[in-house]
């Protein structure tokens, strides 16, 4: 999975279209979306799609790309306690992300975001 994982972010990286990326091959990817750090290289952070669940996000200033396999909005917010600057990231997407975050949150919003 690891393999697998690092690869995705390789892609991601040159551009390749999210759509391709999140073809799911295991439970693990349908129900838990990621969180891709830069430093330490390439590690993810794994997040349960569990509607209104929040957490704090392991490397705040070095992600890069968001994948969400969730069926639901997930966000990025910029403080600790939810405040500040937000990120949507639709469902069943992937995004690259410029910017500090430390909290990730998943709502039962399904539609994607504007």
């Known amino acids: 999975m690891r393999l697998r994982k690092v690869w995705i972010t390789a892609l991601a990286s040159a551009g390749i279209g999210a759509a391709a ?13 990621e969180i891709v750090f830069n430093n330490p290289s390439f590690t993810e952070q794994p997040v349960a799609c569990v509607f209104g669940t929040t957490g704090s996000v392991q490397h705040p200033t070095e992600i890069i790309r968001v994948i969400n396999n969730c069926s639901v909005r997930m966000w990025l917010h910029q403080n600790a306690d939810g405040s500040g600057a937000a990120r949507c990231i639709s469902p069943r997407s992937s995004r690259a992300i410029n910017g500090t975050y430390r909290q990730w949150q998943v709502t039962s919003n399904a539609a994607g975001c504007s």
């Open 21 to 33: 990326l999140l073809a799911p091959s295991s439970a693990y990817a349908v129900n838990t979306s």
